[in-house]
């Protein structure tokens, strides 16, 4: 089990005058319509409980207006709840005074805005530095930090050029430099890569899974694309109507939908670059003198098993055989289910 980083329990927003009175007709059964309707209050977040693990990726999606967007603001406080606790490391983030909500935001959160959020009049290299420069580091040690993390995201070179002077996806790079120069625990993302073209955005989370393998941040990020959510995504919540309707890795997701809102998101998917060997392998073990890491995909597995002219293989985790695939089992995981009435599902 790993350990829990961020843990949201019992969060409300409620929008309106009296947000407080009206979390007890939403928990006798108000939705989000009927509370707009008759109450003139929006519901934003409706009893939220979320453990976010510690160095993993934790995704948030829905279509707008599901709450994700103000799900993120309020790990950081930058919209009060109605009701409810977000504790980072035990630490209740609502009940921080405003100094240590200060250093909180400054030391130990980060945040990547899906508009970049750069300064127009600065530098690449100051823009970078900005956070730096307002936790009191010295200008030699600001710039060195600095320089580390434009390399590392591929702007060596355009340390002295203005934002305007940069391609979209080259100032969402910057963006993202400045969140990790800080040095934070955790980086929160809002639709980070959403107004990237969608080759740069491709480029760009390819970027985030290499400085994830070599940082291991806890990373939050906020998307309405399920393809995004699937690459990236270590887990992920689905949220509808500011509830949580479903969470889990993306394993979970793909073969064990909540209801038929998850199954018009995940409907369209190619599962077999999302299911792994060990999502539907059986107990057992093969002599086919083939295996597969458990985390192989679907989509990797089944042309190594055609090569190798076998029909099943052994799947490892650690070293150690932990079941078997075949190529019924490969084949069964990615058809993609056409209808679901009780416990009967139709494949096609």
Sequence with gaps: MPDIKVSIKNLYKIFGPKGESMVQKVEDGATK???????????????????????????????????????????????????????????????????????????????????????PHRTVIDNVSYGLKIKGIDKAEMRERSQKWIDRVGLSGFEENYPAQLSGGMQQRVGLARALATDAEILLMDEAFSALDPLIRKDMQAILLDLQEELHKTIIFITHDLDEALNIGD????????????????????????????????????????????????????????????????????????????????????????GMVTLADMIGGIARPESHEGDQVTYR
Aim: net charge negative; charged share 25%.
């Design 33 to 119: 319509t009927s509370l707009q309707a008759d109450h003139k209050h929006v519901l934003g977040l409706n009893n939220v409980n979320i453990d976010i693990p510690a160095r993993r990726i934790q995704v948030i999606m829905g279509l707008s207006g599901s709450g994700k967007s103000t799900l993120i603001r309020h790990l950081n406080r930058l919209i009060e709840p109605t009701a409810g606790q977000v504790l980072v490391d035990g630490e209740d983030v609502l009940a921080m005074s405003d100094a240590e909500l200060r250093d909180f935001r400054r030391n130990r959160m980060s945040m990547v805005f899906q508009k970049f959020a750069l300064l």
């Design 235 to 322: 887990n992920i919540v689905i949220l509808r109507d500011g509830a949580v309707i479903q969470q889990g890795s993306p394993q979970e997701i793909v073969l064990d939908p909540a209801d038929d809102y998850v199954r018009d998101f995940i409907k369209d998917i190619n599962r077999a670059r999302v299911l792994d060997v060990s999502s539907v392998m059986e107990a057992g073990s093969s002599d086919s003198g083939l295996s597969f890491a458990s985390d192989t995909i679907l989509e990797n597995a089944m042309p190594a098993m055609s090569k190798a002219d076998v029909s099943s293989a052994n799947v490892t985790r650690d070293g150690e055989v932990v």
